[in-house]
């Protein structure tokens, strides 16, 4: 959905580096949640935020940290990227009220060499 | 960790034929939602299901919520190319945050 956005949606860096993906979103929901996406993994769960003073550990949450600036913004951060962080990254959204759909960005294709 | 099991990791059909992909649980979950996500695409919800053996349709879509709330299952009867594509299950365990399944590829052969 164009309502949730991220940047960039392309990166390629080297091992060490600090990196920082950024997620916004338009549709006004309370909630946010960084997804890695791994071939045949599925989606798995980084971080999570239900407001913007929360912020909750996924069940991969090693080797990444995040902020929510704002209602609206998201960032995830891998502090010393290496190599097995190579994946397709993906933000998404929730309202709080109806626990009802979770609405994507167009992801972010990182590669760390 | 609370876990859902998704069956096949990838399906090749003929253009035409049917498809089901399969999701477990080994605990109840509070509620099912089914995305797609298209070859390069980002997971777009299809749809949710609540209730202990609901049964909801969506044009050729056809999906189920076990008795249990434990499974659930995504039919396509007579496939066509647009259902090319990743299907995702993905549980709520009461927590408010969803599990993904691992997903089922689907191919058309034309």
């Known amino acids: 959905d164009a309502d949730v956005t991220q940047t960039p949606r392309n990166r390629i860096t080297k091992t060490g580096k600090r990196i920082m993906l950024e997620c916004s979103q338009t549709?006004?929901?309370?909630?946010m949640y960084w997804y890695r996406q791994d071939p045949g993994l599925g989606l798995r769960l980084i971080y999570y935020s239900f407001d913007v003073k929360d912020i909750n550990k996924g069940e991969i949450s090693d080797g990444y940290s995040v902020s929510r600036q704002a209602q609206a913004k998201f960032s995830l951060s891998l502090e010393s990227a290496i190599p097995n962080q190579t994946a397709l990254y993906f933000c998404?959204?929730?309202?709080?009220?109806?626990?009802?759909?979770?609405?994507f960005g167009p992801g972010t294709r990182l590669t760390v060499l | 960790g609370q876990q859902v099991m998704q069956i096949p990791q990838y399906q090749h059909v003929q253009e035409g034929e049917d498809f089901t992909t399969y999701c477990n649980s080994s605990?109840?979950?509070?509620?099912i939602q089914w995305y797609k996500q298209r070859p390069g695409g980002h997971p777009v919800f299809l749809i949710q299901?609540?209730?202990?053996?609901e049964v909801k349709k969506q044009k050729r879509l056809t999906f189920q919520f076990g008795e249990a709330k434990k499974n659930s299952s995504l039919h396509i009867t007579a496939t066509q190319t647009t259902d090319v594509g990743t299907y995702f299950c993905?549980?709520?365990?009461?927590?408010?945050?969803?599990?993904f399944g691992t997903g089922t590829r689907l191919t058309i052969i034309p």
């Open positions: 998404a959204t929730s309202d709080l009220r109806d626990r009802g759909p979770f609405y």
């Open positions: 299901l609540v209730k202990s053996g």
């Open positions: 605990t109840t979950l509070s509620n």
């Open positions: 549709k006004g929901h309370d909630r």
């Open positions: 993905a549980g709520a365990f009461g927590n408010e945050k969803l599990t």
